[in-house]
């Protein structure tokens, strides 16, 4: 089964800080790869799929780039909304499996 | 509006079986894979299982295979599942989440429920 990584397991910054979340995989998943954000009590939410495309109304000032073992989730000038969990997730095949989380705490 | 409302949720002591249930609306629910994802008190997302859109395929983690069982009804837009045998460890929001597009490949889950409670204790 494939592992995925995350660093660091928590981060903190301020409002307009620019930040990113390293995720990496055991082996190549080659662009299959999400990002969701999730707040207290609340359900995951889509931002990113396939590596590096948008969810539709996601803020543009969340990118995802990498391809094979290494990715990354940049989340420029942070806005209070941002505060909240961050996981990567591998879709390379049925067996899925996440990153164990970003917390994102002000700073 | 896509959504997905899980139920069944419930406290169960250790050995002891559920049915969870997730009733989906506002897409074509035959198209989609469908899966579970669990999150344990204060911990992280475990992929739990994913069944194809026809029922044909199912997938499970290495920590449920064997007493935990999905399946679907696309007459009746709801997915299922059947968890046994049922451990501490087991003790966890279940989130019922659809497959972006497709429903033989795998993707990223672009709708999520709002999560039913599972609670092993004696």
């Known amino acids: 089964d494939i592992q995925m990584t995350q660093s660091p397991s928590t981060l903190s910054a301020s409002v307009g800080d620019t930040v990113t979340i390293t995720c990496r995989a055991s082996?190549?998943?080659?662009?299959?790869l999400a990002w969701y954000q999730q707040k207290p009590g609340k359900a995951p939410k889509l931002l990113i799929f396939k590596a590096s495309s948008l969810e539709t109304g996601v803020p543009s000032r969340f990118s995802g780039s990498g391809s094979g073992t290494e990715f990354t989730l940049t989340i420029s000038s942070l806005h209070p909304d941002d505060f909240a969990t961050y996981y990567c997730?591998?879709?390379?095949?049925?067996?899925?499996?996440f990153g164990q989380g970003t917390k994102l705490e002000i700073k | 509006e896509v959504q997905l409302v899980e139920s069944g949720g419930d406290l169960v002591q250790p050995g002891g079986s559920l049915r969870l249930s997730c009733a989906a609306s506002?897409?074509?629910?035959?198209?989609?894979?469908m899966s579970w994802v669990r999150q344990a008190p204060g911990k992280g997302l475990e992929w739990v299982s994913t069944i194809t859109d026809s029922g044909a395929g199912t997938y499970y983690a290495d920590s449920v295979k064997g007493r935990f069982t999905i399946s679907r009804d696309n007459s009746k837009n709801t997915l299922y599942l059947h968890v046994m045998n049922l451990r501490a460890e087991d003790t966890a929001v279940y989130y019922c989440v659809k497959s972006w597009v497709g429903g033989t490949t795998p993707n990223a889950f672009d709708i999520w429920g709002h999560g039913t409670m599972v609670a092993v204790s004696s």
């Open positions: 082996e190549s998943i080659s662009s299959w």
């Open positions: 506002g897409f074509t629910f035959n198209k989609n894979a």
């Open positions: 997730h591998q879709y390379d095949t049925f067996l899925s499996s």
